[in-house]
């Protein structure tokens, strides 16, 4: 016998089937085209006539005379993210330089020019947001009730379980005394999941005419998930020359599991409230600096200057003035002066959003000399605090001016406190959880160092380097077999002992996987001859490590040496580095230094050989890995001062198609500070362009690495056609990129690769701009545990947390599946899950897992939206698209609205490959609708327009809040 869910759709299908002819037939005569011309059509075999009658009649419990009104829905997990396309920067910049961190992807699919008619429907939908309280109000003797009750014009409800059936009830009742015509109904939005039927066919050509006192019925059958609509009444009074007048009711489901409720929002969202800061009348108290943790014998030969930034440079950045020049060799120093300073001034605004107000602190049990601060935060770098910083604390009861505050120096940093160092006067007056306003500050010491590098890259002539025009060298073979195995590492390394690009910069391009660490380190192991005196760097730490970890294989460690910065932690240095270079935190004097083969350290702390007054020259190779991540004048540091213009050879690794540095100022990021080095030369030299007969680089100048050792070919394709003109190759070890070929829960076996499409919501809490999504969180936390559960059964290996990675481009979103991790009692019986990272597209750039999650986040909370109108923020940056796919070496899911996200067209050729590939599952795409129909129905409806609105899109910093940097 057929359920009673299969007979209601069987029913609901032949109503639809019936067309016109359902108002002028009786039940025999129904039940006759039924049995005739509707059961077992096509070979699908359908309930019984008296079963679908009997279905229709148990949903629709309250008899109806004059109308019914059936709606069917079915509502899955909801992304819904929609923002206005405005003019706004996504954070990667825009304008000249908008190419920073990413070529701005093509519009031309996702914008579609506004015509009249497309502009009218935009302008409707406006009114429909700003003139909410309106629309929803009973008007013209019309009242609507619903059950559940709806609260200011919108019925909110939640389904326990996912597919449990929801019924709501809407009562039309005609209160006024003058008849009323029904003329019109319809569902804005933008997915095919309501069947609306009425027994009357309610038109405007045909009306239902309501008298007074009269009432009408109507139903909402709901499934599960979550998704919003917005239901439009049309009403016209029996009156010679009356208008139509329109009510409107929004609906908004949610099927959440107990963890959703645990995850959603703890309060309200509330827009952060910019703190505006008064002059006053300070007393500046010096606190007590940690004593340095770094054998000092390097002694300071090379004056580093303060740089400050000209105080009308704040009123200028206001204007935002334009600049059309290019960067050249005569402007160099003076332009990136100016866009360093821009960048510093809002680093100082950024950093006050950590501030803390009224905030207690205690004495340091093991040194009563220290204060300690806790500080939320500071373990992810948000904000960055090192050994050495210093925060200012005034009393907060303290109002007289002028006030006194107290300037207090980092001795440790902890999981989430600092201890502070403070001068005896706070001490000797100081009480355990006395209160406080803290302030933090920038450390200028980087910016200090870029500054003076861009200095001396015109003191020392680095033009030919900055700006090459030619003039390379014949090559000569490099020796050692290793590596002749892959062609262009081979080809690479022998270019680079040759010199053949001197003066130029040599650029090895790597995209994702294919070993460009390793091409770095077997070029240097050549070169590092008697004469050849090498310095390696990288922008990070952890970079740095990676270098010196792979030079110590080949390499004496005698001849090879870690330079660190006093501000690093000792607990974050590998063991085995510590154990194999007994010098790691000494900074031996010049003449030492200058002994060994090769210096391994980062370009911030490269800076201290120059101001330990290493000879100009001194370096005959400067080689840079991640390049791309660095600005210029970061690169530079480890240039300018250290490397000779001719006789050097400076070499670049890294990827212009992969994430550039993280800039906080919009203005800096749009006229070039976003930009590395080795990006620009790239985009901007002929000498690093591909050649138009040829098609290929010149060797001379630039390697492009094309062996990808680190994805399965379906994780591969996409990124593959789109950034790297299909030119890489799989070579990944096939049992390991095959790792999860057959595992059970992939849509189509063979291929590892998962888009599940989700409507979920996307919502803010607090005082914080970011997003988050608990419907992607609860589909990824399902798809964790079914992970765990299959590790080492039926062919799929172990596996450990720390081989899984989650991203989520939304800070808020990250904290929330940091959450779900520690709540869900299944994914506690992994013993290091604690190891499993979960981060933004920028902390998993340069790392690899073997499984990797990605959480779009955003949706929109109404899919009613012209196609302009859906935006995907910084999502829609290509570059991070890129990083975001190519993590991943067996198995890759992703979760995200594809409604949304097929509105940017690199998205769109994702989602469209795994459709193809059989690789998409959850919400069905067949159901979103299209543009077209959507203006449509929006023009019809009898709303009156004014003025066209205007849109603002947040920053993408208060989304990110990414973290600060911290390495010198």
Same mark, same amino acid.
Request: a positive charge; glycine letters at 6%.
């Given at each position: 016998?057929?359920? %009673?869910?299969?007979?209601?759709?069987?029913?609901?299908?032949?109503?639809?089937?019936?067309?016109?002819?359902?108002?002028?037939?009786?039940?025999?005569?129904?039940?006759?085209?039924?049995?005739?011309?509707?059961?077992?059509?096509?070979?699908?075999?359908?309930?019984?006539?008296?079963?679908?009658?009997?279905?229709?009649?148990?949903?629709?419990?309250?008899?109806?005379?004059?109308?019914?009104?059936? %709606?069917?829905?079915?509502?899955?997990?909801?992304?819904?993210?929609?923002?206005?396309?405005?003019?706004?920067?996504?954070?990667?910049?825009?304008?000249?330089?908008?190419?920073?961190?990413?070529?701005?992807?093509?519009?031309?699919?996702?914008?579609?020019?506004?015509?009249?008619?497309?502009?009218?429907?935009?302008?409707?939908?406006?009114?429909?947001?700003?003139?909410?309280?309106?629309?929803?109000?009973?008007?013209?003797?019309?009242?609507?009730?619903?059950?559940?009750?709806?609260?200011?014009?919108?019925?909110?409800?939640?389904?326990?379980?996912?597919?449990?059936?929801?019924?709501?009830?809407?009562?039309?009742?005609?209160?006024?005394?003058?008849?009323?015509?029904?003329?019109?109904?319809?569902?804005?939005?933008?997915?095919?999941?309501?069947?609306?039927?009425?027994?009357?066919?309610?038109?405007?050509?045909?009306?239902?005419?309501?008298?007074?006192?009269?009432?009408?019925?109507?139903?909402?059958? +709901?499934?599960?998930?979550?998704?919003?609509?917005?239901?439009?009444?049309?009403?016209?009074?029996?009156?010679?020359?009356?208008?139509?007048?329109?009510?409107?009711?929004?609906?908004?489901?949610?099927?959440?599991?107990?963890?959703?409720?645990?995850?959603?929002?703890?309060?309200?969202?509330?827009?952060?409230?910019?703190?505006?800061?008064?002059?006053?009348?300070?007393?500046?108290?010096?606190?007590?600096?940690?004593?340095?943790?770094?054998?000092?014998?390097?002694?300071?030969?090379?004056?580093?200057?303060?740089?400050?930034?000209?105080?009308?440079?704040?009123?200028?950045?206001?204007?935002?003035?334009?600049?059309?020049?290019?960067?050249?060799?005569?402007?160099?120093?003076?332009?990136?002066?100016?866009?360093?300073?821009?960048?510093?001034?809002?680093?100082?605004?950024?950093?006050?959003?950590?501030?803390?107000?009224?905030?207690?602190?205690?004495?340091?049990?093991?040194?009563?000399?220290?204060?300690?601060?806790?500080?939320?935060?500071?373990?992810?770098?948000?904000?960055?605090?090192?050994?050495?910083?210093?925060?200012?604390?005034?009393?907060?009861?303290?109002?007289?001016?002028?006030?006194?505050?107290?300037?207090?120096?980092?001795?440790?940093?902890?999981?989430?406190?600092?201890?502070?160092?403070?001068?005896?006067?706070?001490?000797?007056?100081?009480?355990?959880?006395?209160?406080?306003?803290?302030?933090?500050?920038?450390?200028?010491?980087?910016?200090?160092?870029?500054?003076?590098?861009?200095?001396?890259?015109?003191?020392?002539?680095?033009?030919?380097?900055?700006?090459?025009?030619?003039?390379?060298?014949?090559?000569?073979?490099?020796?050692?077999?290793?590596?002749?195995?892959?062609?262009?590492?081979?080809?690479?390394?022998?270019?680079?002992?040759?010199?053949?690009?001197?003066?130029?910069?040599?650029?090895?391009?790597?995209?994702?996987?294919?070993?460009?660490?390793?091409?770095?380190?077997?070029?240097?192991?050549?070169?590092?001859?008697?004469?050849?005196?090498? %310095?390696?760097?990288?922008?990070?730490?952890?970079?740095?490590?990676?270098?010196?970890?792979?030079?110590?294989?080949?390499?004496?460690?005698?001849?090879?040496?870690?330079?660190?910065?006093?501000?690093?932690?000792?607990?974050?240095?590998?063991?085995?580095?510590?154990?194999?270079?007994?010098?790691?935190?000494?900074?031996?004097?010049?003449?030492?230094?200058?002994?060994?083969?090769?210096?391994?350290?980062?370009?911030?702390?490269?800076?201290?050989?120059?101001?330990?007054?290493?000879?100009?020259?001194?370096?005959?190779?400067?080689?840079?890995?991640?390049?791309?991540?660095?600005?210029?004048?970061?690169?530079?540091?480890?240039?300018?001062?250290?490397?000779?213009?001719?006789?050097?050879?400076?070499?670049?690794?890294?990827?212009?198609?992969?994430?550039?540095?993280?800039?906080?100022?919009?203005?800096?990021?749009?006229?070039?500070?976003?930009?590395?080095?080795?990006?620009?030369?790239?985009?901007?030299?002929?000498?690093?362009?591909?050649?138009?007969?040829?098609?290929?680089?010149?060797?001379?100048?630039?390697?492009?690495?094309?062996?990808?050792?680190?994805?399965?070919?379906?994780?591969?394709?996409?990124?593959?056609?789109?950034?790297?003109?299909?030119?890489?190759?799989?070579?990944?070890?096939?049992?390991?990129?095959?790792?999860?070929?057959?595992?059970?829960?992939?849509?189509?076996?063979?291929?590892?690769?998962?888009?599940?499409?989700?409507?979920?919501?996307?919502?803010?809490?607090?005082?914080?701009?970011?997003?988050?999504?608990?419907?992607?969180?609860?589909? %990824?936390?399902?798809?964790?545990?079914?992970?765990?559960?299959?590790?080492?059964?039926?062919?799929?290996?172990?596996?450990?947390?720390?081989?899984?990675?989650?991203?989520?481009?939304?800070?808020?979103?990250?904290?929330?599946?940091?959450?779900?991790?520690?709540?869900?009692?299944?994914?506690?019986?992994?013993?290091?899950?604690?190891?499993?990272?979960?981060?933004?597209?920028?902390?998993?750039?340069?790392?690899?897992?073997?499984?990797?999650?990605?959480?779009?986040?955003?949706?929109?909370?109404?899919?009613?939206?012209?196609?302009?109108?859906? +935006?995907?923020?910084?999502?829609?940056?290509?570059?991070?698209?890129?990083?975001?796919?190519?993590?991943?070496?067996?198995?890759?899911?992703?979760?995200?609205?594809?409604?949304?996200?097929?509105?940017?067209?690199?998205?769109?050729?994702?989602?469209?490959?795994?459709?193809?590939?059989?690789?998409?599952?959850?919400?069905?795409?067949?159901?979103?609708?299209?543009?077209?129909?959507?203006?449509?129905?929006?023009?019809?409806?009898?709303?009156?327009?004014?003025?066209?609105?205007?849109?603002?899109?947040?920053?993408?910093?208060?989304?990110?809040?990414?973290?600060?940097?911290?390495?010198?």
């Amino acid at each position: 016998m057929p359920s %009673l869910m299969n007979s209601l759709q069987s029913g609901l299908d032949f109503i639809e089937f019936l067309g016109e002819r359902i108002s002028s037939t009786s039940r025999e005569e129904l039940r006759g085209i039924y049995n005739s011309e509707f059961k077992g059509r096509e070979g699908i075999k359908d309930p019984n006539f008296s079963n679908i009658i009997y279905a229709l009649l148990k949903f629709n419990k309250r008899k109806v005379s004059l109308f019914l009104f059936l %709606l069917q829905v079915r509502v899955y997990y909801c992304d819904q993210w929609r923002r206005p396309r405005g003019p706004q920067p996504d954070g990667s910049g825009s304008a000249p330089q908008r190419a920073a961190q990413g070529p701005a992807p093509s519009t031309a699919s996702s914008t579609p020019v506004l015509t009249p008619k497309r502009k009218l429907a935009k302008e409707i939908m406006h009114r429909l947001k700003v003139n909410r309280e309106e629309l929803t109000a009973d008007k013209g003797g019309i009242e609507i009730t619903s059950e559940p009750e709806a609260t200011r014009g919108k019925v909110q409800f939640s389904v326990g379980r996912l597919k449990e059936l929801f019924v709501i009830n809407f009562h039309i009742l005609n209160k006024g005394p003058n008849c009323i015509h029904f003329t019109y109904y319809t569902a804005l939005h933008r997915i095919r999941c309501f069947t609306l039927i009425d027994e009357r066919r309610v038109t405007r050509a045909c009306p239902l005419f309501l008298c007074p006192g009269e009432r009408t019925d109507v139903y909402r059958l +709901n499934h599960y998930g979550h998704f919003p609509a917005t239901m439009y009444f049309e009403f016209c009074p029996d009156l010679p020359g009356s208008k139509p007048f329109c009510i409107v009711r929004e609906m908004e489901a949610a099927a959440r599991t107990q963890l959703g409720v645990e995850l959603g929002p703890v309060a309200p969202y509330r827009p952060y409230q910019v703190v505006t800061y008064k002059p006053v009348s300070n007393v500046i108290v010096e606190g007590v600096p940690p004593e340095s943790s770094v054998v000092q014998h390097l002694k300071m030969t090379v004056k580093l200057g303060d740089y400050k930034y000209p105080p009308y440079l704040k009123e200028l950045a206001k204007q935002r003035l334009e600049d059309s020049n290019y960067l050249s060799p005569t402007n160099y120093a003076h332009r990136f002066h100016l866009l360093l300073h821009l960048e510093e001034i809002q680093m100082e605004v950024d950093i006050r959003k950590y501030d803390l107000h009224d905030q207690t602190m205690t004495q340091d049990q093991g040194n009563k000399k220290l204060l300690v601060l806790r500080v939320p935060g500071v373990a992810e770098n948000r904000p960055s605090v090192l050994r050495g910083d210093c925060l200012r604390v005034s009393r907060s009861e303290d109002k007289v001016q002028p006030i006194t505050v107290y300037t207090g120096y980092v001795h440790k940093v902890e999981l989430d406190s600092v201890k502070l160092g403070f001068a005896k006067r706070l001490l000797q007056s100081f009480i355990n959880n006395m209160h406080f306003d803290v302030e933090f500050t920038v450390n200028r010491f980087p910016l200090k160092l870029q500054h003076r590098a861009v200095d001396l890259a015109a003191k020392h002539q680095l033009g030919t380097v900055l700006f090459p025009s030619g003039a390379a060298t014949s090559p000569s073979a490099g020796r050692g077999p290793r590596l002749e195995s892959n062609p262009e590492q081979h080809a690479a390394i022998q270019r680079i002992v040759a010199g053949s690009s001197k003066p130029a910069p040599y650029i090895v391009f790597g995209p994702p996987g294919t070993g460009k660490t390793i091409t770095l380190v077997e070029a240097m192991n050549q070169v590092a001859e008697p004469s050849a005196n090498i %310095l390696a760097c990288a922008p990070s730490n952890s970079a740095c490590d990676l270098l010196c970890e792979r030079l110590m294989v080949h390499m004496d460690p005698l001849r090879l040496f870690r330079l660190y910065a006093s501000s690093r932690d000792p607990r974050t240095v590998p063991k085995h580095l510590l154990v194999s270079i007994s010098d790691g935190f000494v900074f031996p004097d010049k003449e030492i230094l200058m002994k060994y083969k090769v210096i391994v350290t980062t370009m911030v702390t490269a800076g201290r050989l120059v101001s330990g007054g290493i000879p100009h020259g001194h370096f005959s190779h400067v080689f840079v890995d991640e390049g791309g991540q660095a600005m210029e004048p970061e690169c530079i540091i480890a240039v300018a001062g250290l490397l000779h213009p001719e006789r050097g050879q400076l070499v670049l690794a890294g990827d212009p198609q992969q994430l550039g540095p993280i800039l906080r100022s919009p203005l800096a990021l749009e006229y070039g500070l976003g930009l590395s080095l080795l990006e620009r030369l790239m985009r901007t030299n002929p000498l690093y362009h591909k050649s138009s007969d040829s098609g290929h680089f010149d060797s001379r100048f630039v390697s492009k690495l094309l062996r990808n050792y680190r994805s399965h070919p379906a994780i591969l394709k996409i990124p593959n056609e789109l950034f790297y003109e299909n030119e890489l190759q799989v070579f990944a070890d096939q049992w390991e990129r095959e790792a999860y070929c057959n595992w059970e829960f992939l849509p189509k076996k063979g291929f590892p690769v998962i888009f599940h499409g989700v409507m979920g919501k996307d919502e803010r809490e607090a005082n914080s701009p970011s997003f988050f999504n608990v419907s992607e969180i609860e589909v %990824l936390v399902d798809y964790l545990t079914k992970l765990m559960q299959t590790q080492g059964k039926k062919g799929i290996p172990k596996l450990a947390a720390k081989d899984i990675g989650i991203i989520a481009p939304y800070r808020k979103q990250a904290e929330k599946i940091q959450k779900a991790l520690k709540s869900v009692s299944a994914l506690n019986r992994w013993n290091d899950v604690k190891e499993l990272k979960v981060g933004s597209v920028e902390e998993f750039q340069g790392q690899e897992r073997k499984i990797i999650m990605i959480s779009a986040v955003r949706s929109s909370s109404s899919y009613v939206k012209m196609d302009q109108d859906f +935006n995907i923020g910084f999502l829609s940056n290509e570059k991070r698209f890129n990083v975001a796919i190519t993590r991943a070496k067996s198995l890759l899911i992703v979760v995200g609205n594809p409604v949304i996200l097929n509105k940017d067209p690199t998205w769109e050729k994702f989602i469209s490959y795994c459709v193809k590939e059989k690789g998409y599952t959850g919400f069905d795409l067949s159901d979103a609708e299209g543009e077209d129909d959507i203006v449509s129905r929006l023009v019809s409806l009898k709303i009156n327009v004014d003025s066209e609105c205007q849109y603002e899109e947040s920053a993408l910093q208060q989304y990110v809040c990414p973290e600060w940097k911290n390495e010198q």
